[in-house]
């Protein structure tokens, strides 16, 4: 019998396309969306790794952060309790750090190589190194639409510290080169449009109502099962559509403002009011489409930016008055750990939406690893000797995770956090000699 695998009604890369638009699809069994070979047998090849990271700025409340034990048993402090529906697929990793960040002065200097641990220049001239996410984003990113993606949740600052470091330091965590950070995308509109390569004056009508048609038919052609993924799929992407579009409709209105105004738009900068309202709104749709683009492989690399060093975002749905970087200064208070908390919920928000994709025998979680971090242990202390971090998903199976892992008495040259990352990059299948101030794995992982 024809394996459903060589069907010739769908192209090895599939997608669903509109005018102005286009779709990739997750895998389904019935076709091999990403264009790997399968087995004599019909099983498909090895599923794409993916990599994300997922940073929150000033620290953590060091008092309640700590996990004991292992896999279902694991024991989760006050701040990581939103991960225990997790525990089997989740590595909390404690007392890592980045040289580099240490003994430099605080903030932007502890943030600006969070993914590189490269030394960083003061003065005018930025200069550090390129991050880990872009070093994956440039070995994998032929294999992708997307090479990465890089998103935030709080508009850059500029400027310079009283230690004389740029204030780009503390506003982007994903590098290029050693001098230009790479352009991050606070918009969930626009992010929504790179995903679905949504383009022209269309773009404010659904993607969803453009490829009906196509979706239609192929739901008469793929498997029972494949059909409910899809059926899954369209229903996430048209949920995610209609929080954008209010976004959309919000940033239009500002747009025809500042063009009533005077100057046409191209020569302004994109207006606030483009921006959700509401904090946790604009989280949720930020986490929403990392989990698309990484359940469709538009991409397998992306870095989320949940609010930069010195953040001044506020948090009044928590019941805490003070911003977020004051609020640091009192970091074992409870109003802290509450924020901790509700940071450490986008990360098992995120990983329970890839977890809840199937691929496979296992989930897109599974087949990826999400890396929270924050630049600092203690924001009262500015104490960037050891750095907060946990992991979710274990690669394909390359990754084994349900433990605690404690590196604080190691000794420096054991605890290094470039040391991790050189672990993780060889286990998506990129293998450097070195990385940042590393040249060893990191023992253990």
């Not at 007392?95 to 903030?107: C, E």
């Not at 630049?375 to 992991?391: A, E, F, I, Q």
Request: hydrophobic residues 35%; contains cysteine.
């Amino acid at each position: 019998m024809k394996s459903a695998f060589t069907s010739p009604l769908v192209s090895r890369r599939a997608f669903l396309r509109g005018v102005g638009a286009a779709m990739s699809l997750p895998w389904l069994e019935s076709i091999p969306v990403w264009g790997f070979e399968p087995a004599r047998d019909g099983t498909p090849g090895p599923f794409p790794k993916r990599f994300a990271a997922l940073f929150m700025g000033n620290g953590i409340n060091p008092k309640h952060w700590w996990a004991k034990g292992s896999g279902a048993e694991m024991q989760l402090s006050q701040s990581l309790e939103p991960m225990a529906p997790l525990k089997t697929k989740i590595n909390v990793i404690n007392g890592l750090f980045n040289k580099h960040a240490t003994g430099v002065g605080i903030h932007p200097g502890q943030t600006g190589n969070i993914l590189s641990g490269a030394s960083l220049q003061k003065g005018a001239v930025l200069r550090g190194d390129t991050s880990m996410d872009q070093v994956l984003a440039n070995h994998l990113g032929q294999e992708t639409v997307q090479p990465s993606l890089v998103l935030g949740c709080e508009q850059p600052i500029t400027g310079y510290h009283e230690t004389n470091f740029s204030m780009a330091y503390s506003s982007h965590i994903s590098w290029q080169n050693a001098t230009s950070p790479v352009p991050m995308e606070v918009y969930p509109s626009l992010a929504f449009d790179s995903l679905f390569e949504n383009r022209g004056h269309r773009r404010n009508q659904s993607i969803l109502d453009r490829v009906k048609d196509q979706a239609e038919n192929l739901s008469r052609k793929v498997s029972a099962n494949d059909k409910a993924k899809l059926d899954e799929y369209l229903t996430s992407v048209r949920e995610v559509e209609k929080r954008i579009d209010r976004m959309r409709a919000t940033k239009a209105s500002a747009d025809q403002k500042a063009k009533d105004r005077g100057p046409g738009m191209f020569a302004m900068a994109r207006p606030d009011n483009g921006l959700p309202e509401d904090i946790r709104e604009h989280m949720r749709l930020m986490c929403d489409i990392v989990a698309l683009a990484f359940q469709t492989d538009k991409t397998r690399v992306a870095t989320l930016l949940l609010c930069r060093d010195l953040s001044g975002l506020f948090y009044p749905f928590l019941g805490v008055r003070m911003a977020h970087h004051p609020a640091s200064h009192y970091d074992e208070s409870d109003d802290y750990e509450k924020v901790t908390r509700y940071y450490c919920s986008q990360l098992a928000y995120l990983a329970g939406r890839l977890d809840a994709m199937p691929e496979g025998e296992g989930t897109v979680l599974d087949n990826s690893c999400l890396m929270f971090l924050s630049n600092m242990w203690s924001g009262t202390k500015h104490d960037s000797t050891k750095v907060p971090l946990l992991l979710a998903g274990g690669l394909g199976g390359a990754l084994e995770t349900g433990r605690v892992l404690d590196y604080a008495d190691q000794g420096d040259d054991n605890r290094k956090l470039c040391s991790l990352y050189l672990s993780l990059m060889d286990r998506i299948g990129v293998k450097l000699d070195r990385f940042g101030d590393a040249e060893t794995r990191l023992a253990g992982i």
